[in-house]
């Protein structure tokens, strides 16, 4: 019962920590939804086909030709196959490899046949639906294992559905609910035990004292007569000490029944004791939040200060910058002014080398000219004397 009861209050809490709706939220969860849906409805309707086989003529006319055909084949196929087990069974070992090999050939026919079957029928949804209501009787194992499935399904859908995060924290509840209530039960339990062993205690003390009183009335009855009055007050000590025993066993049941308050008013201690720990936790939560939105505020007026010393620089880097623009254009047009001037002193220091080399050519040429005037000057004056020397020799002669 203590087992059956934590149970149901570990489902309760689970409950609690996850009340939201089971809602796929990702694709993937989606397509694994499907995928097991898709197993569970291949379950209910291969649970359904040997009930469908069993009764194929009530079926035929709803399940068509194509349908037909393939439950039968899938029925011959099941017939060998339970015929081959039981020669299987009853026969020797000889011949046990073949037949091995015989079963699985016939598995694997089998499994190709339940496909086929399968495949026709979940092809025609309003077909599956029908024979659902018409042919709903399943066995056990496959109604337990389609349950079991199912289970399954909504298992790892919640497990899908829950992060890490969620997981940790709903473990750790639980475990902590656990180990809270192993503690209450075994408190109840020790308790539930003493006070049975006193209720036993006193059922066999009344026990006792009511065979005694039996056994007295049994050995007094041929005494009746002269023995009244010590009956009566035998009866009446026997009441006496049974209404003694019996209050004291309520004192007794009180006392345990105060014990059971005291330990649910140490319980209620513990949980306020939890709370104001938690409520403190909650202050020293608040607090350091309090301290790290201060620690924002001051960051962001430093920030603002910086920015704004920032802007300031930013504004005198522009001024510098607009006049380093401005006597970058004028040390750009000095340089063209420099370079159009020093182009003009090259032309001039040109013109002037050429000039001067030009005269210096025809400086050469004149004095070559002069030259050969000076040697044709000379040499028509050696001429001239030549030949009046000559016209002297002829005149001596």
Same mark, same amino acid.
């Given at each position: ?21 089971? +809602?796929?939220? !990702? ?50 196929? !099941? ?31 089998? +499994? ?102 039996? %056994? ?42 105060? %014990? ?7 319980? !209620? ?32 007026? %430093? ?46 220091? +040109? ?33 001239? +004397? ?12």
């Amino acid at each position: 019962m203590a087992a059956s009861k934590m149970a149901m209050i570990t489902l309760d809490a689970m409950k609690t920590l996850d009340g939201r709706q089971l +809602k796929p939220n !990702s694709i993937e969860t989606e397509r694994i939804v499907a995928v097991l849906d898709e197993v569970i409805a291949k379950l209910e309707m291969s649970s359904l086909i040997p009930c469908i086989i069993s009764s194929l003529d009530k079926f035929a006319d709803m399940l068509g030709p194509e349908i037909t055909t393939n439950l039968i084949e899938h029925r011959k196929l !099941s017939n060998e196959m339970e015929h081959l087990l039981s020669s299987s069974e009853e026969g020797d070992t000889a011949r046990a490899e073949e037949r091995r090999g015989c079963v699985c050939l016939l598995e694997q026919h089998l +499994k190709c046949s339940v496909r086929n079957v399968l495949r026709l029928l979940l092809a025609n949804p309003s077909l599956c639906q029908a024979l659902k209501h018409e042919a709903w009787v399943r066995g056990p194992p496959a109604e337990a294992f389609i349950k079991a499935f199912g289970e399954f399904r909504s298992f790892m859908l919640e497990r899908l559905l829950t992060s890490p995060m969620e997981e940790e924290e709903k473990i750790q509840f639980v475990e902590d609910i656990s180990l809270q209530i192993e503690k209450n039960t075994e408190a109840i339990t020790a308790l539930q035990a003493q006070l049975a062993a006193a209720t036993r205690a006193r059922e066999e003390e009344i026990h006792k004292k009511d065979n005694l009183i039996k %056994d007295l009335k049994t050995s007094m009855q041929d005494l009746i007569k002269d023995c009244k009055a010590s009956i009566q007050q035998l009866k009446q000590e026997g009441q006496k000490q049974r209404e003694e025993q019996l209050q004291g066993s309520q004192a007794r049941c009180a006392r345990l029944q105060q %014990d059971i308050q005291q330990l649910g008013t140490q319980l !209620s201690a513990l949980v306020l004791e939890h709370r104001a720990s938690e409520l403190a936790l909650r202050k020293r939560k608040r607090r350091a939040e309090t301290e790290i939105v201060n620690w924002i505020e001051k960051y962001d007026t %430093d920030i603002g200060e910086k920015q704004a010393e920032y802007e300031e620089l930013h504004v005198a880097y522009m001024e510098e910058k607009a006049q380093l623009s401005l006597l970058m254009e004028k040390h750009d047009v000095l340089l063209q002014e420099y370079s159009q001037i020093d182009e003009e002193r090259r032309i001039r220091q +040109k013109e002037e080398e050429e000039a001067l080399k030009e005269l210096s050519t025809m400086t050469l040429a004149a004095i070559r000219i002069q030259a050969c005037w000076r040697g044709y000057l000379v040499r028509s004056l050696f001429k001239s +004397k030549r030949k009046k020397k000559g016209k002297g020799k002829k005149t001596k002669k």
